[in-house]
Structures are given as C-alpha cells and as structure tokens.
T-cell receptor, first 115, second 114 residues
C-alpha cells in the first residue's frame, strides 16, 4: 500500500520531555504533511515539508524529511499535557484516476503527555 | 465562526436505511473532500471535488453518492447502510487539490449502523 506508517503506534511521556514520532512511506513524494487529531475531533494541520526541504520548524515543532530513506520525523519539544493527541503523517499520491493527487494518511501515533 | 461544519455530529441508524451527511465550508476553498476513519483510526479518502467537479473517487461502493451543489457544500448520501459503514466521516476543504495545500477538517460525523 502507499500509505505512510507512523512509529511508534503509541508513546507516553512526561510533561517537559521531548516526543519524537517517525513516518515511513513507500513511493516517492512531492510533499509530506503532519496533522494532529485530538480525541473526538477533526484533524488539524501542523506543518508541510516539501521533497526538496530537509527540515522545517514551527514553534515547538521540528520536522525532518529524508527522501533517500523515505522517512520523516516530527519532534515536539518541551511537551505539554495539551499535546496529548494522535499525530498523522500524510503523503501525496496520485488518485485512482491517475491525474489528481490525494493525501494518503498513516495510522497515526497516539501521544500521551502525563502532567 | 466554524470553518468547516458537518451535520449531524452523531447518526445512529439501522441496516438498510438511507442517510445523508451535510458539509459546508466558509473559507472560500475550491476543493472539498470526504474521508472515512475506521475504528483503528485509519483515515482514508473517499471523494474529492474541485469547484463542484468530482476529481477523486477512491473505489467507494456505489451506495455512497457525493453531491456538491456549489463549491461551499459537499454532501454525502449513503444508500442501504451496512454494518461495515460504521465509522467517523470527515469532510475537509483546501484552496486547491494536491498535497501542497493544507486541508481543513470538519468535526466529523460518527455513524453507527445497527
């Protein structure tokens, strides 16, 4: 399948610690996005990284992309209880029609930040 | 103001029934989507519309029929509901189609088929 795979499936840390989540994918991409989903809510976009970029920062978030290894990582520094959520990576792939791109999501990493 | 809204939030119905979920976005986006998230949180695209035109249809059963009366609305009608249709359905929108655009998601509609 073309979907991304997040690793680990679940991560539990203490407030103040850093959290690192990884995403691997199978086919070449143009863009990769990370999303957050709080329990019972819709997904919220966090950051987009293009295939010609290696690293991006946004506040406490740092995303890296290694296209040679077909992998990305999301680092959340100085985590807070409010960061507790599921985190998904999404990569672009051609839809079944062959002419339009779609986002393909991984199964997510459930992050729990304990106060 | 809610950017992407869906109604209803919860839908409980029996097998064989027909139901609809409505979605509206007030962001002025050209592209809208329907996703299905199963009990294991796997999120999969079903349909995508760009300016009221269907551009992505991902091997979804014919019982599912999307309709976009205008570019701010994308509704999903489901005929002859089956147990396996139970899931959370998310509507989303973006400025354009393709993964260079961030997607804005609605709050989801939890469909339970009994």
């Amino acid at each position: 399948s073309q979907q991304g795979e997040e690793d680990p499936q679940a991560l539990s840390i203490q407030e103040g610690e850093n959290a690192t989540m990884n995403c691997s994918y199978k086919t070449s991409i143009n863009n990769l996005q990370w999303y957050r989903q709080n329990s019972g809510r819709g997904l919220v976009h966090l950051i987009l990284i293009r295939s010609n970029e290696r690293e991006k920062h946004s506040g406490r978030l740092r995303v890296t992309l290694d296209t040679s290894k077909k992998s990305s990582s999301l680092l959340i520094t100085a985590s807070r209880a409010a960061d507790t959520a599921s985190y998904f990576c999404a990569t672009d792939h051609l839809g079944s029609g062959g002419s339009n791109y779609k986002l393909t999501f991984g199964k997510g990493t459930l992050l729990t930040v304990n106060p | 103001d809610t950017a992407v809204s869906q109604t209803p939030k919860y839908l409980v119905t029996q097998m064989g029934n027909d139901k609809s979920i409505k979605c509206e976005q007030n962001l002025g986006h050209d592209t809208m989507y329907w996703y299905k998230q199963d009990s294991k949180k796997f999120l999969k695209i079903m349909f995508s519309y760009n300016n009221k035109e269907l551009i992505i249809n991902e091997t979804v059963p014919n019982r599912f029929s999307p309709k976009s009366p205008d570019k701010a609305h994308l509704n999903l009608h489901i005929n002859s509901l089956e147990l396996g249709d139970s899931a959370v359905y998310f509507c989303a929108s973006s400025w354009g189609q393709g993964a260079v655009y961030e997607q804005y998601f609605g709050p989801g509609t939890r469909l339970t088929v009994t």
